[in-house]
């Protein structure tokens, strides 16, 4: 079997360099339904961000007062 890398080539699909076809896409997976455990997970994660955030800006607060004094 040779390979066929040239314009006459003659194995047809069994070609070697073949390659896929442009535009072949895979299809998603279903989203999931909705819950409301999904939701509260969400906002639970939301305001634990916001309290992260709002510690380090009072722990910057804090080094700014204490870099004043």
Request: glycine share 8%; with cysteine.
């Amino acid at each position: 079997m040779t390979k066929c890398c040239n314009d006459n080539c003659n194995q047809g699909r069994d070609c070697p360099v073949q390659v896929a076809r442009i535009g072949h896409r895979m299809k998603s997976a279903d989203p999931l339904p909705p819950s409301i455990w999904r939701e509260q997970i969400k906002r639970l994660g939301y305001w634990m961000l916001m309290g992260i955030l709002g510690m380090l800006w009072m722990a910057f607060l804090v080094a700014c007062a204490a870099y004043v004094n």
